[in-house]
């Protein structure tokens, strides 16, 4: 997969945002991903106290980072609005508590962590010891007694799940991988390997030719 920040090797710029006013996209995906476009960082959180917000948001851009991007896709306001809703996807490990309760004891077991390790707050931390923090809930070695109650690794696991399904699921990360399987109205006939619909993004050309 071609790295979306360098321009050798990108998609063109606003291929999604083009179908989106075609009848290529029904109704419901339009509604849907133009809401997406519309977000705005999530200033005062719905579900979240401010701490575990900002521990939330630090766990996020070390999971899914966006350096190259001006304005970042909200992941963490995007979970902070779906456990306000109370919605989900219907299902959870047996040794897990229901979503609210499993992300405010696995953000208290973050910071937990860090301070066992390094002395502060996860969010206080540089990359490289964030990066280490998570990789020991991962493991399902974390110190803290947040992961006495939940187990560490199930955590890990459902946080970085719900960080990709709501990145990918904007439509500017769409289009930095040339995703367009939104513009599904017609059908799809160019099915074989290596082939294109003509909706179907091209990548930008090297050598600028």
Same mark, same amino acid.
Not at 48 to 54: E, K, M, V
Not at 100 to 123: K, P, S, V
Not at 137 to 158: S, T
């Given at each position: 997969?071609?790295?979306?920040?360098?321009?050798?090797?990108?998609?063109?710029?606003? #291929? @999604?945002?083009?179908?989106?006013? #075609?009848?290529?996209?029904? %109704?419901?995906? %339009?509604?849907?991903?133009?809401?997406?476009?519309?977000?705005?960082?999530?200033?005062?959180?719905?579900?979240?106290?401010?701490?575990?917000? #900002?521990?939330?948001?630090?766990?996020?851009?070390?999971? @899914?980072?966006?350096?190259? %991007?001006?304005?970042?896709?909200?992941?963490?306001?995007?979970?902070?609005?779906?456990?306000?809703?109370?919605?989900?996807?219907?299902?959870?490990?047996?040794?897990?508590?229901?979503?609210?309760?499993?992300?405010?004891?696995?953000?208290?077991?973050?910071?937990? #962590?860090?301070?066992? %390790?390094?002395?502060?707050?996860?969010?206080?931390?540089?990359?490289?010891?964030?990066? =280490?923090?998570?990789?020991?809930?991962?493991?399902?070695?974390?110190?803290?007694?947040?992961?006495?109650?939940?187990?560490?690794?199930?955590?890990? =696991?459902?946080?970085?799940?719900?960080?990709?399904?709501?990145?990918?699921?904007?439509?500017?990360?769409?289009? =930095?991988?040339?995703?367009?399987?939104?513009?599904?109205?017609?059908?799809?006939?160019?099915?074989?390997?290596?082939?294109?619909?003509?909706?179907?993004?091209?990548?930008?050309?090297?050598?600028?030719?």
């Amino acid at each position: 997969m071609p790295d979306p920040r360098d321009p050798a090797g990108a998609y063109p710029a606003g #291929t @999604v945002r083009a179908l989106l006013d #075609t009848g290529l996209v029904t %109704r419901p995906t %339009r509604d849907a991903l133009r809401a997406r476009l519309d977000e705005r960082d999530c200033r005062r959180p719905r579900f979240f106290d401010i701490r575990a917000l #900002t521990t939330l948001r630090a766990a996020c851009a070390r999971l @899914v980072p966006q350096p190259g %991007r001006k304005d970042p896709i909200d992941v963490a306001g995007c979970i902070d609005e779906r456990l306000a809703a109370a919605t989900g996807n219907g299902w959870r490990y047996d040794s897990m508590p229901p979503d609210a309760e499993a992300y405010e004891t696995g953000l208290a077991g973050l910071d937990e #962590t860090a301070r066992e %390790r390094y002395g502060g707050a996860f969010h206080e931390m540089g990359a490289l010891r964030q990066d =280490e923090v998570l990789l020991a809930v991962q493991r399902g070695k974390a110190e803290g007694e947040a992961w006495e109650r939940i187990p560490a690794a199930h955590f890990f =696991e459902e946080l970085l799940a719900e960080c990709v399904e709501f990145y990918y699921g904007h439509p500017l990360a769409q289009e =930095e991988i040339g995703y367009v399987g939104m513009a599904d109205a017609p059908g799809w006939r160019a099915i074989g390997l290596g082939r294109l619909e003509p909706r179907e993004p091209r990548l930008a050309d090297p050598a600028g030719g």
